[in-house]
Nanobody, 121 residues
Framework: QLVESGGGLVQAGGSLRLSCTASGRTFSSYAMGWFRQAPGKEREFVVGISRNGDSTDYGDSVKGRFTISRDNAKNSVSLQMNSLKPEDTAVYYC????????????????WGQGTQVTVSS
């Protein structure tokens, strides 16, 4: 089970930090990813991180502004979002992939319920 937290309303240029906590004892066996979905749009890959955290992959729209990290001892993955823009407004989901890090949503095995991020202009 994955549970996201940390969403909210922020002004453009501001920051938010999202967290995702996993239950179970095999968290380190999963690559993790963050996706987002805005109203009327398809789910979009945001960023992925490998099982041990030594490799990351950022979507072009967030590169240089967002930072992913994970703490396997705490079964958690975080997303630090800086310089937020109105177009970052979406529901953000964390997901777990038992194979390798991927940009493809169907590859992920488990999903959180999502947390709303709203960026006002």
């Amino acid at each position: 089970q994955l549970v996201e937290s940390g969403g909210g309303l922020v002004q453009a240029g501001g920051s938010l930090r999202l967290s995702c906590t996993a239950s179970g004892r095999t968290f380190s066996s999963y690559a993790m990813g963050w996706f987002r979905q805005a109203p009327g749009k398809e789910r979009e890959f945001v960023v992925g991180i490998s099982r041990n955290g030594d490799s990351t992959d950022y979507g072009d729209s967030v590169k240089g502004r967002f930072t992913i990290s994970r703490d396997n001892a705490k079964n958690s993955v975080s997303l630090q979002m800086n310089s937020l823009k109105p177009e970052d407004t979406a529901v953000y989901y964390c997901a777990a992939d038992r194979s390798a890090m991927s940009r493809l949503a169907p590859r992920y095995d488990y999903w959180g319920q999502g947390t709303q991020v709203t960026v006002s202009s």
